[in-house]
């Protein structure tokens, strides 16, 4: 008997937990919503009320199970952080985004307003205020219709030699170059501070003064003054300038009809009984004509000449002379007239056009190879081969320490000593020996 009525309280008590473990399996968690005076809240299956999932602003609906939709009223909440909205809704307590508490007998919120603009750059701060736009301080913009700062991140660490520095990072500590230490409260250097200007030839010196300027159009970079251009003297020459060699000016023939750029280029010649008016570049065809007849030439232009190109008189600013040839010889039946004075040396090619060559540089001749005409400070020659013969369809101009012009069986062109006028070809490389012959 007492076996049996064990064996019933066992089965018994089986039976109620089974039970219990069953109703708690059927208890699904947020089965559904219920609204009760403009605020839904979760229920389970078996009708326990869970979290609140929101508030509503125009009332519940007509089955309180949810919000009143559409809400064709304006709720108004402006000040408030609790009652009724006007709209048969709630307000909402947002008292602690400010740090605040909301006072539920007047529906305001109380205590000292914290402003919070974590992550904002523009829009309210929850008191009454305006979030600071501090974007530009990392090298970003503020979007204004997010209020968050965009674009890549620029450290800024000027002047500090600890804490952020503004990018996620922290800035270094570089006293110690200038002979001094940094305050870790104020993050600023203390000391008597040393320049720096070791290998420097401008920008700063690490002590709020500067280790040099540079010139004009030059830029400072790392400590050096560098020139995008060319250096002319001690100037820079601005973007489309060339040096003349004293000075820069500018490479092109804007405004020019004839004379030449700084840079000894032709600019356009003027056509037959016309000149060139000095400062002006223009053609003037006054007082030109005839002048070896007895005609007068204007005073800007006092010299007349018969010129190699038009194969007629004309009148020159200065006074013009006979132009030398590629073969080193003077032509004595014309003249030409070189107004630039970096380029005073009349020639004459063997087309037939003349220029003028540069200062130290008066004979003429075209390259061989390219066929380019050049001028060079010696009377150049045609190049000998390395069989002894010469190239005479072209010249060569050499230094007065190697003037002797070759032409490798490579077809390169080169200059030798007069102690080893010949191209030859040692070992593979093209080489100058004393006698003709060593072909490789």
């Known amino acids: ?138 090298g970003k913009v503020c979007n204004t219709s997010t209020c968050l700062c965009e674009g890549a991140c620029r450290p800024v660490c000027d002047g500090k030699c600890c804490g952020s520095d503004g990018c996620e990072g922290t800035c270094e500590d570089n006293c110690a170059d200038n002979g001094q230490s940094c305050n870790t409260t104020s993050c600023l250097c203390e000391g008597t501070c040393v320049p720096d200007c070791a290998n420097k030839d401008c920008g700063p010196d690490g002590c709020d003064g500067f280790c040099g300027s540079c010139g004009l159009n030059f830029a400072c970079e790392e400590g050096q003054c560098i020139c995008d251009n060319v250096v002319c003297g001690e100037v820079c020459c601005a973007e489309g300038e060339v040096c003349d060699g004293e000075a820069c000016c500018l490479s092109d023939c804007a405004g020019k009809q004839c004379g030449t750029n700084c840079a000894g280029e032709s600019c356009g010649t003027c056509p037959q009984g016309s000149f060139c008016e000095e400062g002006t570049f223009t053609c003037i065809i006054e007082g030109v004509e005839d002048c070896w007849n007895g005609s007068t030439c204007p005073v800007s232009s006092p010299y007349c000449l018969f010129s190699c190109r038009e194969q007629t008189s004309r009148c020159c600013e200065i006074l013009p002379d006979h132009p030398m040839q590629v073969d080193g010889t003077v032509d004595d039946s014309c003249e030409v007239c070189c107004t630039n004075p970096n380029f005073p040396n009349p020639v004459l090619w063997p087309d037939g056009e003349p220029s003028c060559c540069a200062v130290g540089a008066p004979y003429p001749f075209e390259t061989c190879g390219s066929g380019e005409h050049q001028c060079c400070p010696r009377i150049p020659a045609s190049p000998r081969q390395c069989d002894g013969t010469v190239v005479t369809t072209c010249m060569q101009c050499c230094t007065d320490s190697y003037p002797n012009p070759v032409r490798h069986p490579d077809g390169s062109f080169a200059c030798c000593s007069d102690s080893h006028p010949y191209s030859c070809v040692i070992n593979g490389q093209n080489s100058c020996c004393e006698d003709p012959g060593q072909c490789g």
Do not use: Y
């Open 1 to 138: 008997m007492k076996v049996f009525l064990i064996w019933i309280f066992a089965a018994t008590a089986s039976l109620f937990m089974l039970a219990c473990g069953d109703s708690a399996e059927e208890c699904t968690p947020n089965d559904r919503t219920v609204c009760k005076e403009g605020v839904v809240h979760w229920v389970d299956s078996c009708g326990n009320q869970g979290d609140k999932a929101g508030d509503c602003d125009c009332g519940c609906n007509t089955d309180f199970s949810g919000c009143k939709t559409p809400c064709d009223c304006t709720p108004d909440c402006a000040g408030k952080c609790c009652g009724d909205n006007g709209c048969e809704g709630t307000c909402q307590d947002n008292c602690s985004l400010s740090g605040q508490t909301c006072n539920t007998d007047t529906c305001r919120c109380e205590g000292t307003c914290t402003p919070n603009c974590d992550g904002k750059c523009c829009g309210p701060d929850g008191c009454g205020g305006t979030c600071q736009d501090d974007c530009a301080l990392s």
